[in-house]
């Protein structure tokens, strides 16, 4: 328990506090109707509350169901002040012309109001009369100095109509704007047609990126929107006003969690799925649900290699690991499937179609090793792919593929593959001293190989080449303090 509390620690919450709404929005992921009867009391959320803050959590973001429909919220978002914990709501906003004041006076942080398009396409998503009322809170919390954010769920009902969206947040003095995809989950399950395409997430960040550098409002693309493109990393260096800003994974279970209605702890409450669900904070307190070295084990245990399709090869995988959970789960039906609204994974697809092209072995060779010297490994993989594909019976070439193909491995991530392309190499020449190095480097890696076996490749590697390469001494070097200091 004591490495878990080292390793991890929550600075985020969102906690779903009813399932209760007074709308049935048409995209809305939890098909949000009626209050539930298994919802914690005001009791129960008081003692969570008080968890919540002796768990070292710092921000709070209480959503639904619609959040003003439950009485006691009030309540709720001033002991989270009093314990030290920062409380935002995400709210319709149909209640906000009553309850702005409530808000503000309990010590509300920040009311984000769910807005899904200009006034026509908003009403017609959540209900008639909505986009005014939204309006008209705005008005009356920026009156009350309460910061207010809008958040809109993109389909393509909408995503032709942001640049009129923008206008008129940035018109209602709107301070920041999350935008998000709309997944096959809840009530969007059945129209499948409002769900964007793959391809259009590039048109979403192109979007973000232009409001971004205009300045007048700041744009936060959700976690569900990337990645590892330099447009995305802008964005997110201009709104969280970093100098690094590259996607490190799903925080849930890392740096977050999920509090359902009832009080199940979940990663993610998008995640809608039973078997993620860690425990109940009836039956279990949330520190101990948390720090249960075997909580969240599906995020905190998960490896690149676990992942499918490109994800499971690609140059930012371990770093990654396949972008958004729930992206995965309810497009691919599995946590374990390849993102395919990733913008690298569309970027690649693109790619791979023009690679595909290639007829001659030799200049796709040739295109490969470009591609390394201009540091594109995970083009210089594909085309050695491409290039093992075309080739017949030349062995020299045949070689020279998998040597390339097992280095280019090797800087995705992809040990085993470069294990198994370097033993190929050197199936057709045993003494070559590259694919040798490689192949020791990639046992090591992979950390079940003795590691005297590897020193012992390494070896002949460096005597192959003569003792004159320095980076097979340097590895060698390093290889041989490692084993001294293991002992």
Not at 85 to 105: D, H, S, Y
Not at 330 to 338: L, R, W
Request: hydrophobic share 35%; charged share 30%.
């Amino acid at each position: 328990m004591e490495n878990t509390l080292l390793k991890y620690q929550p600075v985020t919450s969102v906690w779903e506090v009813t399932m209760g709404c007074n709308m049935n929005c048409t995209h809305c992921g939890s098909s949000c109707n009626q209050p539930y009867n298994d919802e914690l009391s005001t009791q129960e959320a008081l003692q969570l509350v008080k968890e919540i803050a002796e768990l070292g959590v710092k921000w709070v973001t209480l959503s639904g169901g619609e959040p003003l429909t439950r009485q006691d919220l009030p309540e709720l978002i001033k002991v989270l002040k009093e314990n030290g914990v920062g409380a935002n709501v995400i709210t319709n906003g149909w209640l906000l012309p009553q309850k702005a004041k409530m808000l503000a006076e309990a010590g509300v942080s920040v009311v984000a109001i769910s807005i899904d398009g200009t006034k026509e396409i908003h009403d017609e998503t959540r209900r008639q009369g909505s986009f005014e009322r939204d309006m008209e809170g705005i008005r009356l919390l920026r009156e009350l100095n309460v910061e207010v954010g809008a958040i809109t769920t993109i389909t393509q009902k909408n995503i032709g109509h942001l640049k009129e969206l923008r206008e008129e947040l940035i018109k209602a003095k709107v301070s920041s704007w999350q935008v998000q995809i709309g997944l096959p989950m809840g009530n969007l399950l059945k129209h499948k047609e409002n769900i964007i395409r793959p391809e259009q997430v590039d048109d979403i960040i192109d979007f973000c990126y232009e409001t971004a550098l205009e300045g007048r409002i700041k744009m936060y693309p959700a976690d569900c929107i990337g990645y590892y493109t330099e447009k995305e990393q802008e964005i997110k260096r201009r709104s969280y006003n970093v100098e690094h800003a590259l996607w490190n994974g799903c925080n849930a279970g890392i740096r977050g969690f999920g509090i359902l209605q009832n009080g199940d702890i979940i990663g993610c409450t998008s995640v809608r799925d039973k078997e993620y669900i860690e425990g109940n904070i009836r039956e279990r307190s949330l520190s101990d649900i948390w720090n249960d070295e075997n909580a969240f084990g599906w995020r905190r245990n998960m490896k690149k290699e676990m992942l499918s399709g490109h994800c499971k090869e690609c140059v930012y995988g371990n770093k990654c690991l396949g972008g958004c959970t729930n992206t995965r789960l309810t497009m691919e039906g599995s946590i374990y499937g390849e993102n395919k609204y990733c913008s690298y994974n569309v970027y690649l697809k693109k790619k791979m179609a023009e690679i595909a092209t290639e007829v001659d072995a030799n200049a796709t060779l040739k295109k490969a090793q470009e591609a390394l010297r201009q540091n594109e490994v995970q083009m210089a993989l594909m085309l050695a792919k491409r290039g093992i594909e075309l080739n017949g019976k030349d062995r020299e070439l045949h070689k020279e593929l998998y040597k390339l193909k097992g280095y280019a491995d090797f800087m995705c991530g992809n040990y085993k593959d470069a294990e198994e392309s370097n033993a190929e190499a050197l199936r057709l020449y045993k003494d070559d001293a590259y694919a040798i190095k490689g192949l020791a480097l990639s046992m090591y890696k992979q950390n079940k190989y003795p590691l005297e076996e590897v020193i012992q490749l390494m070896e002949k590697a460096n005597k192959l080449s003569g003792g004159a390469d320095m980076d097979i001494i340097h590895d060698l070097n390093l290889l041989k303090q490692e084993n001294l200091a293991s002992r």
